[in-house]
T-cell receptor, first 110, second 114 residues
Framework: QKEVEQDPGPLSVPEGAIVSLNCTYS??????FMWYRQYSRKGPELLMY????GNKEDGRFTAQVDKSSKYISLFIRDSQPSDSATYLC??????????FGTGTSLTVIP | EPEVTQTPSHQVTQMGQEVILRCVPI?????FYWYRQILGQKVEFLVS????????KSEIFDDQFSVERPDGSNFTLKIRSTKLEDSAMYFC????????????FGPGTRLTVT
């Protein structure tokens, strides 16, 4: 059983576009939801976290969690070439063991 | 800005050898983690460590693996007898006591088993 599903892409958008990244999951006990950005050959960098359902905004980034649909999203507004990276979702029920998606590769074209 | 550091950046070892991967977590963090990422695959949780003991571990973390915090700054992952399938990037992460889920990752150690 795949705990977390994420479309690997690749996703290519023009600079300034709104990007929507999504993950679905099967374990209804998950309550911690994270988004990481990973550049090539680097460690994941924490972008956003959300506890339980709802929205969270931080600058150009908005994270949404819909627990009833087991679906989470990350929106990037006014995308920049520097946003080009792989975006990983991760989730947990305990806050310790996180289950990661495969990552979505994003390229923002100037 | 404080960050998690890991050494070495790349380790090559022969099958059956023991390796120790080292991490220096962020200084005021209390929770420590190891993850691995096989090339082209998902990041996978190995183990979490708090208050000098393992708090959670995955099925991957079998008897070949062990973790230790030998002093106040280092956190190590030991693989006793490496196998070819242990080849991967190994990431250390740490988090504070108040936000255990906000895990900050190091740059990783690339382990190649030949």
């Amino acid at each position: 059983q795949k705990e977390v599903e994420q479309d690997p892409g690749p996703l290519s958008v023009p600079e300034g576009a709104i990007v929507s990244l999504n993950c679905t999951y099967s374990n209804s006990a998950f309550q911690y939801f994270m988004w990481y950005r990973q550049y090539s050959r680097k460690g994941p960098e924490l972008l956003m976290y959300t506890y339980s359902s709802g929205n969270k905004e931080d600058g150009r980034f908005t994270a949404q969690v819909d627990k009833s649909s087991k679906y989470i999203s990350l929106f990037i507004r006014d995308s920049q070439p520097s946003d080009s990276a792989t975006y990983l979702c991760a989730m947990s029920n305990t806050g310790n063991q996180f289950y990661f998606g495969t990552g979505t590769s994003l390229t923002v074209i100037p | 800005e404080p960050e998690v550091t890991q050494t070495p950046s790349h380790q090559v070892t022969q099958m059956g050898q023991e390796v120790i991967l080292r991490c220096v977590p962020i200084s005021n963090h209390l929770y420590f983690y190891w993850y691995r990422q096989i090339l082209g695959q998902k990041v996978e949780f190995l183990v979490s460590f708090y208050n000098n003991e393992i708090s959670e571990k995955s099925e991957i973390f079998d008897d070949q693996f062990s973790v230790e915090r030998p002093d106040g700054s280092n956190f190590t992952l030991k693989i006793r007898s490496t196998k070819l399938e242990d080849s991967a990037m190994y990431f250390c992460a740490s988090s504070t006591g108040t936000s255990a889920h906000e895990q900050y990752f190091g740059p990783g150690t690339r382990l190649t088993v030949t």
